[in-house]
């Protein structure tokens, strides 16, 4: 009798895989396994199976059953070598060089991922999850996060096992379509456009700048972004609301405002942290029934439905307590506070000072503006307040910017919910299509001129044109102003020290001339 897999094929073989004689050669292949792994669950399983109440041979307790996979996988996929057989008989056994832990070995997890048995674990595996919650994917391939745009799995450079040791490339095998190409680079293309729509986003205010809430210190602190990986049901924990020590909490604290509303950060609020600190509340509550404690500073419930579900939830028990956190500690003062988290706060509603102790805290951490806002505004010539960008108006261009051809929506114009900025990209694409579908684009009439007799060459005005209007021909030796950026200000006219620029509509005759028309019925 022979395997299958091993006989070449022909035309009229028949393959017998579950035949009277089969069966009885598995049964006692299964009896030598657990002569050797007596009490590995994959086997007991097999042997309950086949009918087998007590091996002939004994159970042996080892948990190796010496297939080879993860020598295999170890160094025909990953290439790093590190696992070998040593021994020879009963002393034959899987393990690393000498015994001793090898610097070769990358920690992918591949052996421990093919081990038929589960000879091999990854250590610290609940760590692993807890650190996964930040970082999202657990693979080096994956979908960045579920509302990704293109929704498109992407390769991690940093835990790839190819750029790691140069094999593997796995994924690239098993592909249909031969998507895969790792040595793909990043490419910089120069596309001509008419109008560009900024929607740069934010990014979420770092509680660590704030030591006293114990982030990073405490592996039950979390911040919002952190909670809502635990709730998805594709995040680590799938979906589950679990402490470090894997067990549910039956108390949490939520902290309002990390970041926003505080002189020592951002002064601004960022509009959306109340709500996700309330929907929060509501999963605690129906995932784990736990006592839920929110800490605010006042409840800003300001859309459709907003205040009737802020109302729901004080009907379903979750406490509010009026009053910016001061610290989170592990130091207990009584016994109830032993093992536990106690948050401190002054309650401004009944006059004193509170700790509460709960199992997480979790931060509902702001909006800050992106790293390279203040670049980008300065590429496309527009302005910046508090790190966002500026519109044209607050309330009569809210999307344009000072500079014609390019709108802002989202968050990168301020914080703001996800129905605002829907609504704002929506008009910021509208106003673009509108310029398409006029196919011509109106410039500002009431522009400077530079009188180039008059210039002098000094550049003044070359810095303080806040729009990069004015540029200088360094053959000519004078300042030149582009017609179709300048919005006709007088900045420049009223700095230059020739007189050279003056502003068109705006002259000095035509001034005079208006104040004598203004003056004519007076004088009369």
Known sequence: MVTACNYPA???????????????????IIEWLMSRC????????????YGIVEPRFGRGDDDCILCGLCVRVCSDVVGANVLGFFGRGTTREVSTAYGETSPQCIACGACAYVCPTGAIRI????????????????????????????????IDHDSCIHFKTGECKVCEKVCEVKAIDHQQTDQVEEIDVGAVILATGFKPSDPKS???????RFKDVLTGLEFERMNSASGPTGGKI????????????????????DERHNKYCSRVCCMYALKFAHLIKEKTGAEVYNFYIDMR?????????YHRLLEEGVRFIRGRAASVTDFPLNEKEVGKLVIRVEDTLVGQVRRIPVDMVVLATGLSPADDAAQLARTFHISCGNGFFMERHPKLA?????????????????PKDIPDTVAQASAAASLVQSLMAKGEIEVESATSVVDAEKCAGCRICNTLCSLSAISFDEEKKISVINDVLCKGCGTCAAACPSAAITARHFTDEQLFAEIEGVLYDVRA
Do not use: W
């Open 38 to 49: 007596g009490h590995v669950p994959v086997l007991e399983q097999l042997a309950k199976d």
């Open 301 to 309: 419930c300001f859309g459709k439905g907003y205040e009737e579900f």
């Open 210 to 216: 704030i030591p006293e809430y114990g982030y990073g």
């Open 123 to 154: 250590e610290n595996d609940s760590e692993l999850v807890r650190q996964a919650l930040p970082l999202g994917p657990l693979t080096p391939v994956a979908i960045p996060f579920m509302q990704a745009v293109p929704h498109k799995p992407v």
């Open 398 to 414: 809210p999307v344009s910017t000072a500079t014609d051809g390019i709108f802002i929506a989202g968050a990168c114009q301020g």
């Open 242 to 261: 679990l402490l470090a020590n894997t067990k549910e909490p039956k108390q949490v604290g939520i902290i309002h405002c990390v970041g926003s509303r």
């Open 10 to 28: 022909t035309n009229g073989i028949e393959v017998l895989t579950n035949s009277d004689r089969v069966r009885r050669d598995r049964k006692l």
